[in-house]
């Protein structure tokens, strides 16, 4: 398959020809003619799918004839609009419109909480063909006149099944209820629900549905490994494993912001160097962490499951579950970054005795065990007796009816498997 008989213009090919893209991604490949003959479309893709450019790419093909070089901001009204539930979705997602769109008239902004309004305020004035933004601070330049819906022809709700955990869909019907209601809608999620379903129905007109990777499946081309360990010795076996595989860039994932800034700080203390990426930063924190994490300045970057959604790191080797996340739905997010477009990657859990039963729920979403991998002098001790479950309260946390022994025999192999464990034994 090429990307010359899915009915992409010349100027859009060779868009694609100069992002080195040889072939398309089968989302891309599904998702990009029926969008283009103006079809709803419901597509189960995972970031790193190339799903970015599976709903850009036809979008702006269909924008073309409405791209113009005037300067009257009343030639330039909101015509795209991308809603996503993170601010670093949309800004990821908003620099691979303005890459792809290059050498259009089309113009292109985002918008996102968390930062002054006022710039946004101007770029707006001056008229967006294409706005990437996120529910809330849209709802904002509603309320405050600086944004008008009423041409909109494309909706795109990315990562849907998040906006969904974010409780944002209240959100997404007040903006809805603004755009004409002729409108072509392009839902994106990680993963399909039942309640991703019913989205669909409420926002879709006969979708065509794609799923490009089976239900909840993973890159073929990921490895996963597990290392039984103490909560309280987990940051020392990271330490020892960054080391012992000349791990070069790492991202872990912590269940709290706290947590993720005290593992920042001890691996720092610990000559790993490393940033934190988490909810309680500032914006400009965040895009600074992330920066120096993809410019290769530090090695490691911290991150809870909100920060990190649709982080889009380049050739990302290691992910590393630092404790395994309460909604198994969210290791199949984080360990999706890694191993994106064909290259590998290796996802490594963390697990303690008291987390046998999240264990439990990604092996049975995943319907596989995770190999079992051990550094001896990091084992848990046998005679402790496991620590209470750290759910926050109200989560329903599954009464643990046995400890780690039960778990590791059921971890398939229960030996350590070689490439990982020789070399530490
Ligand atoms: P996404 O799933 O949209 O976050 O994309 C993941 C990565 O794949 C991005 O870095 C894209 O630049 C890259 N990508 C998108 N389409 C292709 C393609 N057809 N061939 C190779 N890489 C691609």
């Not at 398309?24 to 190339?50: F, K």
């Not at 909101?78 to 809603?83: A, T």
Request: with cysteine; charged share 25%; proline share 6%.
């Amino acid at each position: 398959m090429t990307f010359d008989n899915l009915g992409l213009s010349a100027d859009l090919l060779a868009t694609v020809a100069r992002e080195g893209y040889t072939e398309p991604t089968p989302v891309q490949s599904a998702a990009i003619p029926p969008i283009l003959a103006g079809r709803d479309v419901l597509a189960a893709a995972q970031t790193g799918t190339g799903k970015t450019a599976a709903f850009v790419l036809p979008t702006l093909e269909r924008l073309r004839g409405h791209a113009n070089a005037g300067f009257s901001p009343a030639r330039h009204p909101v015509r795209v609009l991308i809603l996503t539930p993170t601010r670093e979705l949309a800004v990821q997602v908003s620099d691979a419109v303005k890459t792809y769109s290059r050498g259009t008239s089309l113009r292109s902004a985002v918008v996102y909480g968390g930062t002054r309004i006022d710039p946004e305020i101007k770029l707006l004035w001056r008229g967006v063909e294409i706005l990437v933004a996120t529910p809330g601070r849209l709802l904002d330049h509603i309320g405050q006149k600086t944004v008008n819906l009423s041409q909109v022809e494309v909706l795109v709700l990315d990562e849907g099944d998040r906006m969904l955990d974010m409780g944002f869909i209240p959100d997404v019907r007040k903006i809805v209820a603004l755009m004409p209601t002729q409108h072509q809608t392009l839902l994106f999620s990680a993963t399909f629900s039942d309640d991703i379903r019913r989205l669909a129905k409420e926002f879709q007109r006969d979708p065509e549905i794609i799923e490009v990777a089976a239900r909840n499946s993973i890159a073929d081309n990921l490895t996963q490994v597990l290392y039984p360990v103490d909560q309280d010795r987990k940051a020392d076996l990271l330490i020892h494993l960054i080391k012992r595989d000349a791990m070069e860039q790492v991202l872990v994932f912590t269940r709290s912001k706290a947590g993720a800034s005290r593992l920042a700080s001890y691996l720092d203390r610990r000559g790993v160097s490393t940033s934190a990426i988490h909810g309680d930063r500032s914006q400009s924190e965040r895009t600074r962490a992330l920066e120096a994490f993809r410019g290769r300045f530090v090695k490691v970057l911290v991150a809870t499951d909100v920060a990190s959604r649709g982080l889009d790191i380049a050739d990302l080797p290691y992910v590393v579950n630092f404790e395994l996340p309460y909604e198994p739905q969210d290791y199949i997010h984080r360990i999706g970054r890694t191993g994106r477009a064909g290259a590998s990657g290796t996802a490594i859990s963390l697990v303690s005795p008291d987390e046998v039963e999240e264990l439990r729920a990604v092996q049975r979403l995943l319907r596989k065990s995770i190999p079992c991998a051990v550094v001896e002098e990091f084992l848990p001790n046998p005679d402790a007796e496991p620590t209470q479950s750290r759910r926050p309260a109200g989560r329903s946390a599954a009464p643990s009816s046995s400890g780690w022994g039960h778990q590791r025999e059921s971890a398939p192999s229960g030996r350590p498997r070689r490439s990982l464990a020789a070399t530490s034994r």
